[in-house]
Every structure is written in structure tokens, then in C-alpha cells.
């Protein structure tokens, strides 16, 4: 583990005399056009250094030694070309230590030369063969050895100002990244987890945040959200910390320490703030301008036990029952307190550049190589991050070994499989973000789905997935050919499903921001999922700290953490089989007319409104029924036509991987909305941002505002009668008066 920690901590810089593998640098190949980031570049004379890194991540036993060895003497015995021998002598025989690894884990390209040669095609292998292929190879040992891999102040102030107290802030190391610096100096007002309808419950109470510093819990909602609510509400700063109430009482027992803070950034959005929209390469000319999500106010994270200090001071009303933690001898008041009970916070962050590396590896598909089926795991962390980078790295790395022992045991991918190790992940997404940003303009034609394997294990008890849904279907077939990590002689499905409820309620869950595979669907319009196991009581809570260990982690699971990551990687698994190998992506495209039926109709209530201003939703119901029926019209073309017919299913698979853009609305520049996905995305553009001002009129009749409604109106009914148009194929096909 502490391996791990040590490449962690310095996967964002770059070490003296050594080129970074990273496309986010002006990297010069042959002919002196740029190198591309689509697999891992391996810099001449730099081969040992790279595979000694990567080693380092996998501890190997005795029997890959012993395989390695193998594989050598079998080689040398079964020289086919002198070629060859040199390119294995200098691929593996400079690594000896790779062993774990394995050379040929993926297919890895040099600046001047070509990806090793495809093994012969053998016989053909069908779905039961590669699912018993998959579990075969997959080793659960392998998992747990991967996985066990400016200051700031706040003061308290009497009514003059000076200083009564500094209170302390225990974790020096531990900050908000992208908190506007500067001081907040006020009153406290306590604002529960600082979510909106917690901001209006205090409204409620006649109690005004203005001018005052708000505490809030963590939970429920990200930090970025906290802090924009409490900058909407004219807070002049923030302070976050965990209440024990969200702690399960085990671990409380475990010896979790209240003096503990929690990290998290507080930009909304993803990606770097100060080049939004677009990648941050080396040679981009940066204009002055930033992200409209980085926040105006400060905001620090605290510990429970200096909260406990401040919330004692508090007086005023009662906190609700419900906002009442557990913090000891805490009456939970609402604040501001008394008069001459003042904070001073401030926070010194310093902006800096600093240089990241995103890591690629691939199989290529042997007919579709242009179609990429993408899974990714951050690997960078604060602290320990057995939980945040360490449980995702290990599966990544394993499954690339599984898929590779299975490419030479027969198994052939009909389209490309790209493996990624994102960094500066922990900052808002910034490594994978950055890199869509970079390949936007060909990702929606390239793209097939990408799957994350962030945060993959915070519990036992529960197995979510927050999807796209297109993939809603597949992940259901799959749940119910996975055994459960926990329940003996269930399957996944079985154990999320109960008689009165839909198994959908239980397990899916929309994309939020905060996941690692939101920007995917909001940002590139590419069907994405992120899977997880959590707690059903209270969510992992050393999540982002430093106490996020292989030993807590695996204690608040009873010792089953690699029983349950092998679960994941189950699921996971079949899920890349059927993507990579089906003739017919398995891609729900119909499903989108449920869920378009479902957001218009929280637009019937105000259909009175409506018509009073001489407008209607028919249009919008119009273009709902001809994206359903140009579904169906695919389906049956599909149905009908000859499976072995390549040319008529690369024409289907395209129609169908590029569903998901056809939801990006292509009225907002990506600059200013990057989240342009008319159902996902946040901004004026979204089904969601039009029910928001349509309720204006029954609320707040004085704010809302005709012509930009209107205009919202007649831009989200034209994406959606644009993706309908889309999915019906051919431009002589669609059928559409205007």
C-alpha cells in the first residue's frame, strides 16, 4: 500500500530527465505531427522505467514467476522470425520485474513502430464460452494484492475584532480545491447539508444566511453544490464538516477520529476550470477566462470535533429534528448566535499548472478497430484511497490481464477495447475530462460506451449502478448471471429485487456530477455507467480522508472486500464481453421514449398556462412519438436483415452508439454549456431548466420571462425532433414538414 501511495502522490508531476506519458503535452512523433493518445506511448530508451511503474501496482506471486519463465523458453524454442525476437527480448527482457504483469497485457505501440500481430483466428466462441472463459482467468488474489497498494486558518473574533481564539484545522493537507481565496469574517448559521431545500427551510424560519458563514454536513449533496447554494443565499463563506450521525456505529467504534476532515473540490463542473469547453494542451493560447462553476465564496473543510465547538455557540431556534446529528452535547441551533460571537475565516489557495498523465492501453477489434468499447479508473488520491483509486486500479489492471490471458486462449473482440488510468481525478474529473475535451470531435463517431470503476466498493450491502439508459436492459440481464458477493445461492438480481418494487428503483440511479462517467453522457453524448456496492444505512464515510485504508476499507465490509471488488469485476466483465463481441450492439435506443414520455409529462400540469400564451406541448409529444416509432422502424430493419451481413451491421451499430449525442443540444456552445445533453446536462438548454422556469409562473409570476421561454421551448423541442430525425436513418427517409 504504501507503494501505491508513493506513485499516487506524485502521478501529477513529472520527474527530471523523463518525457511524461501523458497527451496533455506537445509530444512531436515522426514527421513532427503530434503523437496520438488513443494507446500508450512508450518513449525510446524509456521501456524499463514505465513497465517498473506499473509492476509496482501488482504484487506477483510465485506461479507468474513461474509462467513468465515459461513463456521465455517456449519463445526462444519457437522462434518464428528474428523480428519477433528482438521486439519480445526488448519488450519483456528489459522488465524482469514485470512479471506480475505481463508483457503481452495489452496491445503496446512505440512512437516508431506497429502493435504486435493478433493470434490466428481459431474456432468461433460464444456468449456461455467467454462468460466461462472470463471466470476462469479472473483471480480474486490478484485484486487484493493490487488494492493493498498554502495553510489555512479560522479565527474566532470578538466584537472589535481581535482574535479569542484560533481554532484548529487538524488536517493541514486537507482543503477545497478551486475555494475562492481571500477572508470571510460573519456570524455561523447552521444549514443541515446545505442542499436548496434546506437554504429554504431557513427562510422559513426568518433566518437569513446573508453576511454570515454557513456550516453544513457532508452527505446528500457534493461540495460544489453546498457551496454554490450558500453563495446563492449571500453567504460570505463555508465550513464543512462530517457529523457522526452519518457514521454507521460500527465504524464509530472502530476508532474513526473526530478530528477528521473530509476532502472535496468546489467547482461545478468538471475538468480544468480555467480552460472550460476546451482540452489544456501545452500549445493552446489560453484566453483570460474561467470556469461560471468555480465558487465566489471561500470554503474549508473541518473536523467534527472543531464544528462541535463552533455549533455549541450557536443560538436562535432549534434545528429541525431531522437536521439534528450526533455531535456530543450539541443542541443543534440554527444560529447566527450571539452578537459578539464572530468567525474569521481565511483561505490562501494558490492557483498553479500542473502537468498530469493520463494512461492508455488497447485491444484492437479484428472488424470494427474504429469503435471503441472505453473503461477507466482514477488513479490518483489525496490519502491512501483504498477506496477512491485503489479498489478501480486494481480491477482495471485485472481485467486487463483477464482479457488478455482470454485474446490468446481465442477470444476474438470485434471492436476495440481501451483501457485508461485517468489522473487529477480527485479535482473534478480533470484527467478524463480534458481528454474528451481533446478528442471531442471524433469521440461521437468512435465511441461506444464507456464504463467506470470509480468508487466501485464502498459497501456490501447494496449494488447500484448510475447509468445511461441504454445500458438500463443490459445491466439487468447481467445482474441475474452474477452471484451475490453476500447471499449464498442468489443472484445480484435476486437480491435487489422485492415483490412490491421494480428492480430499477432499487439499483438504478441517474448520472450526478460528481460521478466519473457524467461527463461522458452531459459533456460527449457516449452511453456511460458507474458501478457500485454501498452501505444500504449510511454511505463509506473515509471516503476522501485519510483514513480511507486497505485495512478500513476491508474491515467495514468483515474481510470481504476482494469477495465483493470480484463481484464488480464480474459484472463488469460480461458487460465488456457483450459490448466488444456482439454482432448487434446490445444498446436499449428505445428506451429513450419511456423517459421522454416521462419528462414531458411534468409539463401537463401548466398546460392551462400554456394555452393562455397561445403555446402548446404538442410539438414536443410530436417529436416523443416520431423518435419512438423511427425506434421501432431500426428494430425491425435489424430484425430482418442477415447477421453475417458486415456491411448492414456496421450500418445499424453506428445508428445505434450515436443515440446518446443525439441528445447534445446543438444550440449552446460546449464553451459556455458543456453539459449540453438536453435530459443529463445542466444549463437553460435542459427539459429540466424549462420545468424550472415554467413553475416561475405559479411562484414567482415577476420573474418569469416570456421570450426566453419561448425561445427554451422551441430549442429543446428541436433537439428532440433532431434526434428522432437522426435515428431514422437517411435524410430521404425522414419524413418531417416544415
Known amino acids: 500500500m504504501e507503494t501505491l501511495r508513493f506513485l499516487l502522490r506524485r502521478a501529477g508531476g513529472e520527474r527530471p530527465g523523463r518525457r511524461s506519458y501523458t497527451i496533455y503535452r506537445n509530444m512531436e512523433g515522426p514527421g513532427g505531427e503530434g503523437a496520438g493518445g488513443l494507446e500508450l506511448k512508450v518513449a525510446e530508451g524509456e521501456e524499463q522505467t514505465l513497465a517498473g511503474d506499473m509492476a509496482a501496482l501488482v504484487t506477483p506471486g510465485p506461479r507468474d514467476r513461474t509462467k513468465a519463465l515459461t513463456y521465455l523458453v517456449l519463445s526462444a524454442l519457437l522462434i518464428f522470425t528474428v523480428a519477433f525476437l528482438l521486439g519480445y527480448v526488448a519488450l519483456r527482457g528489459s522488465c524482469p520485474s514485470c512479471a506480475g504483469l505481463r508483457g503481452d497485457l495489452l496491445a503496446v505501440v512505440s512512437d516508431e513502430g506497429a502493435a504486435e500481430e493478433s493470434p490466428v483466428p481459431g474456432p468461433p466462441l460464444y456468449w456461455a464460452d467467454l462468460k466461462e472463459m472470463f471466470q476462469k482467468y479472473l483471480r480474486e488474489d490478484s485484486i487484493e494484492s493490487t488494492i493493498r497498494v498554502n495553510p489555512n486558518f479560522l479565527h474566532q473574533l470578538d466584537p472589535q475584532g481581535n482574535v479569542l481564539e484560533k481554532l484548529p484545522l487538524e488536517d493541514p493537507e486537507i482543503y477545497c480545491p478551486y475555494s475562492a481565496p481571500g477572508n470571510a469574517t460573519g456570524g455561523l448559521v447552521y444549514a443541515n447539508y446545505g442542499r436548496q431545500e434546506d437554504f429554504d427551510v431557513l427562510g422559513q424560519q426568518g433566518v437569513n444566511p446573508q453576511g454570515h ?22 453567504a460570505r463563506g463555508v465550513l464543512i464538516y462530517p457529523d457522526p450521525w452519518d457514521i454507521p456505529q460500527d465504524l464509530r467504534k472502530a476508532g474513526l477520529s473526530q478530528n477528521r476532515a473530509v476532502y472535496g473540490h468546489v467547482h461545478m463542473g468538471t475538468g480544468d476550470p480555467y480552460t472550460p469547453g ?104 489525496l490519502g491512501p484511497g483504498a477506496a477512491g483509486s485503489g479498489v478501480g486500479t486494481a480491477l ?38 480534458e481528454w474528451l475535451e481533446g478528442y471531442l470531435s471524433m469521440l461521437h463517431l468512435k465511441a461506444v460506451a464507456y464504463i467506470s470503476l470509480d468508487s ?45 418494487r421494480r428492480w430499477a428503483s432499487e439499483v438504478i440511479q441517474p448520472l450526478a456530477m460528481e460521478s466519473s462517467a457524467y461527463p461522458f453522457t452531459a459533456f460527449a453524448g457516449v452511453p456511460a455507467v458507474e458501478f457500485s456496492f454501498v452501505e444500504d444505512a449510511r454511505p463509506y464515510p473515509f471516503l476522501h480522508t485519510q483514513d480511507d485504508t486497505y485495512e478500513n476499507l476491508n474491515g467495514m465490509l468483515f474481510g470481504r472486500l476482494p469477495a ?65 416509432r423511427a425506434a421501432e422502424k431500426l428494430r425491425r430493419d435489424i430484425y ?14 453506428v445508428r445505434i452508439m450515436r443515440v446518446e449525442f443525439y441528445f447534445l443540444s446543438p444550440y449552446v456552445a460546449a464553451t459556455e454549456a458543456p453539459f449540453r445533453h438536453v ?60
Open 213 to 234: 458563514l454557513v456550516i453544513v454536513r457532508v452527505g446528500q449533496i457534493s461540495f460544489a453544490e453546498k457551496v454554490a447554494n450558500a453563495d446563492a443565499a449571500q
Open 640 to 653: 430482418s436483415s442477415e447477421e453475417r451481413d458486415e456491411r448492414l451491421n456496421r450500418l445499424h451499430n
Open 278 to 381: 476546451f482540452p489544456s494542451f501545452n500549445h493552446t493560447q489560453f484566453p483570460p477566462i474561467q470556469s461560471s462553476g468555480l465558487p465566489r465564496i471561500p470554503a474549508h473543510p473541518i473536523s467534527a470535533s472543531t464544528a462541535a465547538r463552533l455549533l455549541s455557540k450557536l443560538t436562535g431556534l432549534a434545528a429541525p429534528r431531522d437536521w439534528k446529528g450526533r455531535l456530543a452535547e450539541i443542541p443543534y441551533r440554527l444560529g447566527p448566535g450571539d452578537p459578539g460571537f464572530r468567525l474569521h475565516l481565511q483561505v490562501n489557495n494558490v492557483k498553479t499548472s500542473t502537468m498530469i498523465s493520463n494512461v492508455f492501453g488497447s485491444f484492437e477489434g479484428r472488424f470494427e478497430p474504429d469503435h471503441y468499447v472505453i473503461i477507466g479508473a482514477q488513479r490518483d488520491s
Open 396 to 433: 482495471l489492471l485485472e481485467l486487463a490481464r483477464t482479457f488478455s490471458a482470454m485474446v490468446r486462449n481465442g477470444f476474438q473482440l470485434r471492436r476495440t477495447l481501451l483501457f485508461a488510468s485517468w489522473d487529477a481525478e480527485d479535482f473534478g474529473q480533470v484527467g478524463s475530462t
Open 564 to 628: 465483493v471488488a470480484k463481484s464488480v469485476a464480474e459484472v463488469v466483465g460480461q458487460l465488456l464481453i457483450r459490448l466488444t463481441h456482439d454482432h448487434l450492439l446490445p444498446l436499449d435506443f428505445g428506451a429513450y421514449g419511456d423517459v421522454l414520455l416521462h419528462r414531458i409529462a411534468e409539463l401537463n400540469p401548466y398546460s392551462s398556462e400554456l394555452k393562455s400564451r397561445g403555446l402548446t406541448l404538442q410539438w414536443m409529444y410530436s417529436a416523443r412519438g416520431d423518435y419512438t
Open 679 to 738: 435530459l443529463h446536462g445542466r444549463g437553460p438548454h435542459t427539459l429540466r431548466a424549462l420545468l424550472d422556469h415554467l413553475r416561475l409562473l405559479r411562484a414567482a409570476p415577476g420573474r418569469f420571462d416570456e421570450g426566453r421561454f419561448r425561445r427554451q421551448l422551441a430549442l429543446a423541442t428541436w433537439t428532440l425532433q433532431g434526434a428522432a430525425n437522426a435515428l431514422s436513418g437517411e435524410v430521404w427517409d425522414v419524413d418531417i414538414n416544415f
Open 456 to 500: 466501485a466498493v464502498l459497501g456490501d450491502d447494496k449494488f447500484h449502478a448510475k447509468t445511461s439508459p441504454l445500458l438500463t436492459s443490459l445491466i439487468e440481464n447481467i445482474l441475474k448471471q452474477v452471484d451475490s458477493p453476500n447471499r449464498s445461492g442468489q443472484s445480484l438480481y435476486e437480491q435487489v429485487t422485492f415483490p412490491d
